[in-house]
């Protein structure tokens, strides 16, 4: 999970590169998508077609988004579309710990973190260890800089346990959708800071999106009532649909029983 982690990271810094922060983001509310894709096709699990039915408004609106974004390029395109996957896999696995091995959040970042450092501190050193020592140099004041870099750890460990804390009480996709509400926000944000170009079609696009958003959520809660109304009283098709509930690895003692 640290591997996939670090390959996330590592894409998504790559595409904002050469795409806005409005455009990866959309891009990024393709997750839930893939999560279910993942989730249906490796660890065989099945979803009612009201949660496939959800998924078709989100990704209408990232293929309109995509096709009228005016500052689109194939290479950034593609590394935020590998992000998505990555993504997916390690939300897929943050749950398989989570909820089938029991670990809490503030555990799994603990043991997460010392192994994405390790990962990432060769290929680091390699090629970009000289521009760093070169910036050192350079720099009468490295204090500012170095003030970012320490908000920005923080604020990553913040953000890490906040989704661990989320998948542990939800699930992988419902973890995914929700955060492609930060969509709106991105967009906004970045018209506003870097006044990047959206077009009104692009607008458009990213509306279609949070409404496949919105409506995959009240699903979700439909789902969650009807099992609070009848725990007992399942039938077996009922328990199949509904096996995207059930967390993805179970513990021999949970198997046994």
């Known amino acids: 999970m640290s591997f996939v982690f670090c390959i996330n990271i590592v894409l998504g810094n790559v595409s904002l590169r050469y795409i806005p922060v409005s455009f990866m983001?959309?891009?990024?509310?393709?997750?839930?998508?893939?999560?279910?894709?993942?989730?249906?096709?490796?660890?065989?699990?099945?979803?009612?077609?009201?949660i496939w039915a959800s998924l078709v408004p989100i990704v209408g609106g990232i293929l309109l988004t995509s096709v009228t974004e005016l500052s689109f390029n194939i290479f950034g395109f593609c590394a935020a579309m590998v992000g998505c996957l990555a993504t997916s896999t390690k939300t897929i696995l943050a749950e398989s710990l989570l909820h089938g091995y029991k670990f809490d959040s503030?555990?799994?970042?603990?043991?997460?973190?010392?192994?994405?450092?390790?990962?990432?501190?060769?290929?680091?050193?390699?090629?970009?260890?000289?521009?760093?020592?070169?910036?050192?140099?350079?720099?009468?004041?490295?204090?500012?800089?170095?003030?970012?870099?320490?908000?920005?750890?923080?604020?990553?460990?913040?953000?890490?346990?906040?989704?661990?804390?989320?998948?542990?009480?939800?699930t992988a996709v419902t973890f995914n959708v929700a955060g492609n509400l930060k969509v709106a926000v991105a967009v906004l944000v970045s018209w506003s800071i870097f006044r990047n170009p959206i077009s009104a079609m692009n607008a458009i696009g990213c509306g279609i999106t949070l409404v496949g958003c919105t409506f995959y959520g009240y699903v979700r809660h439909l789902i969650s009532q009807r099992q609070a109304?009848?725990?007992?009283?399942?039938?077996?098709?009922?328990?199949?649909?509904?096996?995207?509930?059930?967390?993805?690895?179970?513990d021999e003692k949970q198997e046994k029983v």
């Open 106 to 170: 503030i555990n799994t970042v603990y043991y997460m973190a010392p192994f994405a450092t390790m990962i990432l501190a060769l290929p680091a050193m390699v090629l970009e260890g000289g521009g760093v020592m070169n910036w050192f140099y350079t720099h009468d004041s490295i204090v500012p800089a170095l003030t970012i870099i320490l908000g920005s750890g923080v604020l990553a460990f913040c953000l890490n346990f906040s989704i661990f804390y989320v998948i542990h009480s939800t």
């Open 25 to 50: 983001q959309t891009i990024k509310s393709f997750t839930p998508a893939t999560t279910v894709i993942l989730q249906w096709l490796v660890w065989s699990k099945h979803f009612e077609w009201r």
């Open 229 to 250: 109304a009848a725990p007992g009283s399942l039938g077996t098709a009922q328990a199949r649909n509904q096996t995207e509930m059930i967390p993805l690895v179970v």
